[in-house]
């Protein structure tokens, strides 16, 4: 009997050392998403299962209750390994879960797009195409060619296209056609507030500072009544789409990720399931960037 006790106290503790490297991992390195919509057609299927690596920009650290009570907290990042590049898929946390026009944080809300642009970019959309600081950047070709394709075509209201992309001002008039040029924020940027900048980036200013902003008289008014005639960023921001450009609820719509947001990088599928629950075995360990091969 004593042989057999020491035997389950051993399995014991080893089972108690498994679960708590794999909660060290699943918050330090690596996390697991399920890809919920065709959005990311054809680098990512729906039913495919994805490991996101935390490594490259640090793993976050936050309090999850008040996250989940939806209360004001705090996040910080570990060190980071390594930096977002361009055409890195990332999973975020969706900056507008409840209104449009204000960035607030929903701990159970999460996407997965493309990295188009990085902070300090200059994005523009031509024809559909994305240019990066006036050159062509990359992204799903085939993808921006078919939706300009259908633009020529007068065939958006046919697929339920939405054309009219951020900021949703019909004076600014950008649409997911011709968009831009528009200026990605780095951490300690300062940029002068006229109206235009006002349009482009209050609801980044608004979250970063907790207070209501207003244009009035040709200045951009805080609700504590203070004049800002330039703003600094406190963070850095991105521009992230859907590879399925046609189906795809990203940046050019609801406008700039917020660094913080960002859980990690996609790295590599580990599980992918079709619609009567086949295995597809062979998208299993595909990397990042494929469909841009």
Known sequence: MKRVSDVAYWLLLVAMGMGMLYMVATVFWVAKFKIPSDSMEPALLEGDYLLVEKLTM?????????????????????????????????????????????????????????????????????????????????????????????????????????????????????????????????????????????????????????????????????????RLETYRFENNYYFVSGDKMENSKDSRYWGLLPEPYIVGRAWLIWKSVDEWGNMRWDRIGRIEKMGLE
Request: hydrophobic share 35%.
């Open 58 to 226: 640090g793993a976050r650290l936050f309090d999850l209750k008040p996250a989940f009570a939806k209360e004001e907290f705090d996040i910080y990042r570990m060190p980071a390994l390594g930096k977002v590049e361009r055409n890195d898929i990332l999973v975020f946390n969706y900056p507008f879960p409840t209104r449009k026009d204000s960035i607030a944080f929903d701990v159970m809300l999460y996407y997965v797009k493309r990295c188009i642009a990085l902070p300090g970019d200059t994005l523009e959309i031509r024809n559909a195409h994305y240019l990066i600081n006036g050159k062509d950047s990359g992204g799903n070709i085939e993808a921006q060619e078919r939706l300009e394709r259908l633009f020529r075509e007068k065939r958006t209201k046919e697929y339920g296209i939405v054309t009219r992309s951020y900021p949703r001002d019909r004076k600014v008039g950008w649409s997911i056609r011709e968009m831009g040029p528009l200026y990605l924020p780095r951490k300690g940027d300062r940029l002068p507030m006229n109206r235009m900048n006002y349009l482009l980036y209050y609801p980044l200013i608004e979250w970063e500072t907790g207070r209501d902003l207003v244009w009035v008289n040709d200045s951009l008014v805080t609700s504590g009544g203070e």
